[in-house]
């Protein structure tokens, strides 16, 4: 596979799992993506043999934004996407 394109915004996300294939490496995801990946592509999904730790994830913002409206709104948004999300891996 030859990498000389610029895979743009996310590409790294979209471009890892192509890498894996056909090859022994391993790619570690949430179980939503990975299974949606194994809809179309030859991969295998695998259990972890321990439960994972959980990972922290952080919102952050330049002070300045903090009472900006529609600043407000997306942060608002994407807390309750990551709680929609949190709650269907449960």
């Given amino acids: ?6 895979p743009g915004p996310g590409g790294g996300v979209r ?6 294939v056909g090859s ?5 995801s949430s179980h939503r993506i ?12 695998l259990a972890p ?8 994830v952080f919102l952050s913002w ?7 409206p529609w600043m407000q709104w997306v942060r608002q948004r ?3 996407v990551a709680e929609e999300a949190t709650a269907a891996d449960a």
């Avoid at 043999?49 to 922290?56: G, I």
């Fill in 78 to 80: 994407i807390i309750e």
């Fill in 34 to 45: 990975a299974a949606r990946l194994a809809r179309s592509l030859p991969i295998r999904l």
């Fill in 62 to 68: 330049q002070a300045s934004a903090s009472d900006v």
């Fill in 1 to 6: 596979m030859t990498l000389d394109a610029d």
């Fill in 15 to 20: 471009l890892a799992p192509s890498l894996v």
């Fill in 49 to 56: 043999p321990d439960a994972m730790p959980t990972v922290p």
């Fill in 24 to 28: 022994d490496a391993i790619l570690v």
